[in-house]
């Protein structure tokens, strides 16, 4: 016996083949739009006000800085991109079509492409600054970073191009209505080693020789900063500025891998996310994360704390104001 299904429950009640809606219950759709709305919000105008901050302030023109700017891009295009495309496909059907449904994905693998691009770059950013301080000034440059950014931009482009160069999700699906993501197994392994294990494993690496270390500078420090003279000082408080800098962005990389791993760890049990009852879950811990890059800026990074006074009270407006010193 065929089963029936209310017209109000269909994304096209004229149609044979419509979807069923996400969500049948309305307060249920509420609750999820609300809160993933603000969320949403918040992401793109914290991470909007990281972008114009270190644009903005000549001072904040740094190669790590640089290296946060395109982080913050790809946070910001997260909140406007993915997250409404989460809110419409977890909460409402898909009404903008093929075209859209396409689009949407590319922007949203390319985004999260690119924050794993920043995330490793970062690493090797603390690395050098901590490992190898001498030839940082000569090796990191602002101009070479600018070309590390262009660089994992131009390789997010090419890689997410892979996912939608053969779009033909419609033929998986027996009904219209939907937006979803279709990966082949083979695709698929390659995402997980290239996404996820390659990524982690070099984050990894990299933090644990820059923990060490740091610990081993930090202890130097402690033992020589009651004998140290007075022209010295000026370096103490240089190498504790990189420290507290290897600490914050630790912070910052901790952060990204919780929220990275629950999701591609689920992936490699071969289960189909969107069937799973905690995968609209995982998926927004996976975007959560853009949200608490610029949260972890405003509580350890005083210079982004007084560059939003600024931008809150336009003071940004005046003449010559990317010359105030705030740092």
Not at 79 to 102: A, E, H, Q, Y
Not at 190 to 219: G, K
Request: contains cysteine.
């Amino acid at each position: 016996m065929t089963e029936q299904h209310d017209g109000s429950e269909l994304c096209f009640p004229q149609l044979n083949t419509s979807c069923r809606k996400p969500m049948s219950s309305w307060s249920d759709a509420v609750i999820m739009r609300s809160l993933l709305f603000s969320v949403c919000v918040v992401t793109v105008a914290l991470n909007l006000l990281v972008i114009i901050s270190i644009s903005h302030f000549r001072q904040l023109h740094k190669p790590t800085n640089l290296l946060l700017l395109s982080l913050s891009v790809s946070d910001f295009l997260v909140g406007l991109v993915s997250f409404p495309g989460v809110i419409l496909r977890k909460t409402s059907c898909w009404f903008l079509g093929d075209l859209m449904c396409s689009l949407y994905k590319y922007v949203t693998t390319m985004t999260l492409c690119s924050s794993v691009g920043n995330m490793v770059l970062i690493s090797v950013d603390r690395y050098m600054t901590i490992c190898d301080p001498l030839h940082y000034p000569t090796r990191v440059t602002v101009g070479r970073v600018q070309l590390w950014n262009l660089l994992c931009w131009l390789c997010s482009n090419l890689y997410s191009s892979l996912f939608v160069k053969d779009d033909s999700f419609q033929k998986y699906l027996s009904c219209y209505g939907r937006c979803v993501y279709h990966i082949d197994y083979t695709l698929g392994m390659v995402d997980i080693f290239v996404s996820f294990i390659v990524p982690v494993t070099v984050i990894i690496v990299l933090y644990v020789r820059v923990f060490v270390v740091a610990v081993s500078q930090a202890r130097t420090m402690r033992s020589q900063i009651k004998t140290v003279k007075l022209q010295h000082s000026v370096t103490l408080t240089s190498r504790k500025s990189e420290l507290k800098a290897a600490r914050t962005l630790g912070v910052l990389i901790s952060v990204y891998l919780i929220c990275f791993c629950p999701y591609y760890c689920v992936s490699l049990t071969g289960v189909n996310m969107l069937k799973t009852p905690y995968g609209t879950f995982v998926i927004c811990l996976y975007c959560f994360n853009s949200c608490l890059n610029p949260v972890i800026y405003a509580l350890f990074y005083p210079w982004f704390r007084r560059a939003i006074k600024l931008i809150v009270t336009l003071q940004i407006l005046q003449p010559g104001s990317c010359e105030t010193n705030i740092l």
